[in-house]
């Protein structure tokens, strides 16, 4: 018996937890389907979920087809939960993307499937809802071929189009000779002379090729129906590749969920892709290499989780026991670095809790969110006493804001979103301090220059000072105290895309009295280098000066040609800047850049300005230099080494504190 992960992916609205449950009726997991609207889906089980219809969280679910054990995995399909479709992906073998025969190609759609072929994961596509009034077959094809992706093999056609009575007919058409013979030197051969291969042949080619992520074979169905639902159960099962590793090999795995259990414990989910991790076994796991100890693991079988002795390469576990695990943690032999498949949240809020709300319990409740989502990045501020989120969008928003209530009881409101800027230095920059000359208090020699680098490249940290120079742990400390002062520049916001050089070093070697110990006032400690890198690092950004960049959307916009006069002048207003026009049709479609703050208002204004018509897709695409008006300030959560009198007092105050 082979295993398969396998992950349903879609548009919200797309249909795809409602075929997840039809999929589970056809294998005999469940008597009936559940319905979305009816709130009784098997996988989306939090009350949130069924009260707003929509997947927040990623679920699992495991069945049988014949011989193959599949893992189901059903991910958000809403822009707002992108952060949980991303870590789903890394752990997956194959995936179906699930498209509306009546709304066809639509935004989301086209950012998944971007990703899908980047990564190279083998996936089928499944054209859902084709027993609705509007329903499509050679206009989703065409959107497919046009807006995703031409090598697409239709699996079957379709009878009774947009009626209760629609039917999936399986066979391939004759176009799949086309799409294949591409990838395949005896499929062309045979193209070329106009003889036919074999309907063996063309199958072959087809799995070959669909594992190989070349093709994509297409099925159309209802999840509410059933049809079509069977032929694609048959190629799941026959077109996607099994998993692989070996179990036997050294224990290699992913964390992608993490939550917690009935008695507050942390429950991590894994994909192993290598070796057999068991109970009772020591592993470390994330950056720092923790060893934790598995008190207990179950895996997914049958329609549910059943508790286990261990877990081999391929499978997909909850375990018990790693109390500091966290999400996107590699557990035992590293894999390589994760990659970010989408951008990381552009948007920001602050958390304002309610009359008689604990803002400890609050604090503790948005950790606890933190550690099922890393990129909520909570950022506290001690002196207002503020907790603020970063969101990828108002609906997120909403969702914490319920999230609190049931789940914590605690009420909240927030604050207006605002947009998560960055700085760049502008030029370079240098300062030092010696050691035992005024001003500087501490027993160390710290100096710094700052270059800028190119855009993306993020922070360099280097020497031009001998590495014996000094003990490595106060090196060690400068580095980890630059990158910290990173995290909030001249205007509060991160600094980022820079070089920085250490020029100067210098320490207090050891020293004590006779006949007594080690005297901390006479000789250089770490807290004297990680007390003076902020005001010689910020001085430094000074000197260079720094520019605020703004995160831009690049986006398409498609909508009727005549809606074009009303259009323009409201993009101008909201600094959008279209870069190509054409039409299609009587469609035009714009492409361009977005400040990423405004998107929000173009969604909720697009309707009424294109008769409802109008189609917006955007996606995070770079940082652009704020050049008009006020420069926008984040207020700083740190000790503020811009004051150095109120800087020296508050790490004074907390050291002798």
Request: glycine share 10%; with cysteine.
């Amino acid at each position: 018996m082979h295993l398969l992960n396998l992950g349903i992916l879609a548009h919200v609205d797309a249909g795809k937890t409602s075929l997840t449950e039809r999929l589970l009726h056809s294998v005999g997991v469940i008597d009936e389907p559940g319905r979305v609207d009816d709130g009784n889906t098997r996988t989306d089980t939090l009350a949130l979920e069924r009260q707003r219809g929509i997947t927040i969280k990623s679920a699992v679910v495991s069945f049988a087809i014949d011989d193959v054990t599949v893992n189901l995995i059903d991910t958000p399909g809403h822009p707002d939960f992108i952060a949980e479709v991303e870590r789903v992906l890394g752990v997956l073998d194959g995936a179906v993307l699930v498209v509306s025969a009546v709304e066809g190609v639509q935004a989301q759609t086209r950012v998944l499937m971007r990703t899908l072929q980047r990564l190279r994961i083998p996936t089928l596509l499944f054209v859902n809802k084709i027993d609705r009034r509007g329903a499509r077959y050679d206009g989703v094809l065409r959107e497919i071929s046009e807006r995703l992706t031409p090598a697409v093999v239709p699996m079957g056609t379709v009878s009774g189009l947009g009626t209760r009575d629609a039917r999936f007919l399986p066979g391939l058409a004759p176009t799949a000779l086309d799409a294949l013979a591409g990838q395949d030197d005896e499929l062309l051969a045979a193209y070329v002379e106009g003889s036919d291969p074999s309907h063996a042949t063309l199958r072959a080619a087809l799995t070959t090729q669909t594992r190989q992520a070349l093709v994509h074979p297409v099925h159309f169905g209802s999840a509410i129906t059933g049809a079509g639902v069977s032929a694609l159960v048959t190629g799941i099962k026959e077109l996607l590749p099994p998993a692989d590793g070996d179990p036997d090999g050294p224990v290699s795995g992913t964390v992608f969920k993490v939550e917690r259990g009935p008695a507050g414990e942390k429950v991590a989910y894994a994909r192993m892709f290598s070796g057999t991790l068991r109970t009772r076994d020591r592993i470390p796991f994330g950056e720092a290499r923790t060893e934790g100890r598995v008190t207990g693991i179950s895996v997914f079988e049958h329609g549910a989780d059943a508790r286990a002795d261990a877990v081999p390469a391929g499978r997909i576990a909850r375990l018990w026991g790693l109390t500091d695990i966290r999400i996107g943690d590699a557990l035992g032999e590293p894999r390589k670095a994760p990659e970010h498949f989408f951008a990381p949240p552009t948007l920001e809020t602050v958390v304002v809790p309610g009359p008689g709300v604990d803002t400890r319990k609050l604090h503790l409740a948005l950790t606890q969110l933190a550690e099922q989502d890393p990129l909520i990045d909570l950022r506290h501020d001690e002196v207002r006493q503020e907790t603020s989120v970063s969101l990828y969008g108002e609906v997120q928003k909403e969702v914490v804001q319920a999230t609190l209530a049931e789940e914590f009881g605690l009420d909240v409101t927030f604050r207006e979103t605002t947009v998560i800027c960055i700085e760049r230095p502008t030029g370079p920059g240098a300062a030092v301090e010696f050691n035992k000359k005024d001003p500087n208090p501490f027993l160390a020699t710290v100096g710094l220059r700052v270059d800028p680098a190119p855009a993306g490249s993020g922070v360099r940290f280097r020497l031009e000072v001998e590495l014996g120079a000094m003990p490595y742990a106060f090196f060690k400390a400068v580095e980890d105290t630059v990158r910290e002062t990173l995290g909030q520049g001249l205007h509060g916001w991160q600094v980022t895309d820079c070089t920085v050089t250490m020029t100067h070093s210098g320490y207090s070697p050891r020293q004590s009295h006779a006949h007594q110990g080690f005297d901390k006032s006479m000789s250089s400690t770490g807290y004297d280098f990680r007390g003076l890198t902020p005001l010689v690092l910020i001085e430094a950004l000074r000197r260079a000066g720094t520019r605020v960049h703004e995160p831009m959307h690049r986006f398409r916009l498609e909508a009727p040609a005549d809606t074009l006069g009303a259009l323009l002048p409201v993009l101008a207003a909201l600094r959008a800047v279209p870069q190509t026009t054409r039409t299609q049709g009587a469609a035009c479609v714009l492409e361009g850049a977005v400040p990423a703050g405004r998107v929000h208002e173009l969604e909720q204004r697009l309707p009424g300005l294109t008769r409802g018509e109008g189609e917006l897709e955007s996606a995070f695409d770079h940082y652009a230099p704020i050049t008009f008006g006020t420069v926008p300030e984040r207020p700083r959560t740190d000790h503020n080494p811009l004051n150095r009198k109120e800087y020296l007092l508050n790490v004074t105050r907390r050291v002798t504190g």
